[in-house]
């Protein structure tokens, strides 16, 4: 079930479907716990990353760039993860890269742009801006918030936006941005799964102000020599509820699939 309140006879939505051929509080000046991410204040802006690669035949690898609970206090914050599981002769289950920007996390920022990213690239390969984690925006003149996943595959690749996570912000004017994209690689060859999701199984909720939230689910099915595009799914939102709050607020939704003709 997906519910969208709205309490503004102002707010406008667009949906689109377009198809085609451990514990511990953490601050820019502190510590981090757990897997060593790298940490970096300069100036104004706080940025965490986490690239694991792991190039054995028959490997995994998984990234999570924050975890537990974390309060950041610069203006502008990035946390991004990547995985990389590519040196081939992997199957389904092998050669498996996951990436999460956070996982069980428990974020909170009073700044006003925040950035999570994570990407990942395998025979089968997860990307998830946010899994399992809540994510509080309290500055009161608005927050930006943007997340991007991306996953590419020579086989499945699912890429989720936020998937069972909150956003909760203030009463500003927000602006959310998640857009999730499934796509293949040339190398390899053999059947394709592409799966992206915007947000599932997540909650939303910006307050008063005027709020423009935009989700997209986007597939990139490249027809290379060998491949097979055995499944092609796109869900802007997969249960969940958007609460938009009063304010002059507008939600657009959109799922994309595309066939690009590679040689």
Same mark, same amino acid.
């Given at each position: 079930?997906?519910?969208?309140?709205?309490?503004?006879?102002k707010t406008r939505?667009?949906?689109?479907?377009?198809?085609?051929?451990?514990r511990?509080?953490?601050?820019c000046?502190?510590? @981090?716990r757990?897997?060593?991410?790298t940490?970096?204040?300069?100036?104004n802006?706080t940025?965490?990353t986490?690239n694991q690669s &792991?190039?054995g035949?028959?490997?995994?690898?998984?990234?999570?760039?924050?975890?537990?609970d974390?309060n950041i206090?610069?203006?502008?914050?990035e946390?991004s993860?990547s995985?990389?599981?590519?040196n081939?002769?992997?199957?389904?289950?092998?050669n498996?890269?996951?990436? $999460?920007?956070l996982?069980?996390?428990?974020? @909170?920022?009073s700044g006003t742009k925040?950035n999570?990213?994570?990407?990942?690239?395998? $025979?089968?390969?997860?990307?998830?801006?946010?899994?399992?984690s809540?994510?509080h925006?309290?500055?009161e003149e608005g927050?930006n918030?943007q997340?991007?996943?991306?996953?590419?595959t020579?086989?499945l690749?699912?890429?989720?936006?936020?998937?069972?996570?909150?956003?909760?912000?203030?009463?500003g &004017?927000?602006?959310i941005?998640?857009?999730?994209?499934?796509?293949?690689?040339r190398?390899? &060859?053999g059947?394709?799964?592409?799966e992206?999701?915007?947000l599932k199984?997540s909650f939303?909720?910006?307050g008063g102000?005027?709020d423009?939230?935009?989700?997209?689910a986007e597939?990139?099915?490249?027809?290379?020599?060998? $491949?097979?595009?055995?499944?092609s799914?796109?869900?802007?939102l997969s249960g969940g &509820?958007?609460?938009?709050?009063t304010g002059?607020d507008k939600?657009?939704?959109?799922?994309?699939?595309?066939?690009i003709n590679t040689?």
């Open positions: 079930q997906i519910h969208l309140r709205l309490k503004s006879s939505i667009v949906i689109t479907e377009v198809f085609s051929p451990e511990k509080n953490f601050c000046k502190q510590t @981090w757990g897997p060593m991410p940490t970096n204040v300069s100036g802006q940025t965490v986490e &792991n190039y035949r028959y490997a995994a690898s998984t990234a999570t760039a924050a975890t537990g974390i206090t610069t203006d502008e914050l946390i993860a995985a990389s599981a590519s081939g002769g992997g199957t389904s289950s092998s498996i890269a996951t990436a $999460h920007s996982k069980d996390a428990n974020l @909170w920022h925040t999570l990213q994570a990407t990942a690239y395998g $025979h089968t390969s997860n990307a998830y801006g946010s899994l399992n809540q994510i925006l309290t500055n927050s918030l997340i991007r996943s991306t996953s590419t020579r086989g690749d699912p890429a989720f936006g936020l998937s069972s996570s909150t956003v909760e912000t203030s009463d &004017n927000d602006t941005s998640i857009k999730a994209k499934s796509q293949n690689d190398a390899g &060859n059947t394709i799964s592409l992206s999701t915007g199984n939303l909720n910006t102000g005027d423009t939230i935009k989700i997209n597939n990139q099915y490249n027809n290379y020599y060998g $491949h097979y595009l055995a499944s799914n796109t869900l802007g &509820n958007i609460n938009a709050g002059d939600i657009t939704i959109t799922a994309k699939g595309g066939l040689a």
